[in-house]
């Protein structure tokens, strides 16, 4: 598959380009700055602006699946996620691309009751406020177009190794914010392109 990562140079972004480079796949790995990403065979470093439409039309011209692990920060002033969706959507429209797999957070939209007391009247409510906000414009923005999306929503993220051992539902019953490795969310994201199980649906990933 020709796959597109945006955000490959955070930290479940440089998984997802490893990961699936060993998978065979051949990547694009599309970033403002490209100097953190060493060459590697298969591996196209574009260098863009998610926020730039025809740049991001540009880097998806010609992918058959777009991968997004971009994540806001409390000290950015400006959402990221929901405004860089937005113009993947419409180039993917434009040229045909069909697949879309992208990391949200559990205690986003629907799963907001589902998280403890602490998460989410302290953390979402006050610290991430913008963070969750923009993720969940973002779920929007998938929920209404007719893309074959698929949102991953993670748990607290880890740097733990990759265990192929976790629990994965959208049905309300994944409770409190549980943890997750970067590891197992990239190899889950990957695991969505060729399957159909999670296909316009919001799935919680947590240990």
């Not at 955070?10 to 051949?26: C, E, M, S, V």
């Not at 998610?50 to 777009?66: C, K, R, Y």
């Not at 950015?76 to 993917?92: L, W």
């Not at 880890?158 to 914010?177: H, Q, W």
Request: net charge positive; proline share 4%.
């Amino acid at each position: 598959m020709r796959i597109v990562i945006f955000g490959p140079t955070g930290g479940t972004g440089k998984l997802l380009t490893d990961q699936a480079l060993r998978r065979g796949h051949a990547v694009t790995a599309f970033a403002r700055d490209i100097t953190p990403i060493a060459p590697r065979h298969g591996l196209l470093r574009l260098a863009g602006s998610v926020l730039d439409a025809s740049e991001v039309d540009a880097a998806i011209q010609g992918h058959d699946v777009v991968l997004s692990a971009l994540g806001g920060r409390p000290w950015r002033k400006n959402p990221i996620c929901a405004p860089a969706i937005s113009n993947a959507i419409t180039a993917m429209t434009k040229h045909g691309v069909r697949r879309l797999i992208v990391m949200s957070t559990h205690g986003a939209g629907d799963t907001r009751a589902d998280v403890d007391w602490f998460t989410r009247n302290v953390i979402i409510r006050f610290i991430l406020a913008k963070e969750v906000a923009d993720k969940e414009a973002m779920e929007k923005l998938l929920s209404a177009s007719d893309l074959d999306w698929t949102v991953v929503r993670v748990g607290r993220l880890t740097n733990e190794p990759l265990r192929n051992d976790f629990r994965v539902a959208d049905d309300g019953s994944i409770k409190g914010m549980g943890k997750i490795g970067r590891a197992d969310v990239a190899s889950f994201m990957l695991n969505q392109i060729e399957s159909e199980k999670w296909l316009r649906r919001k799935p919680v990933i947590v240990y």
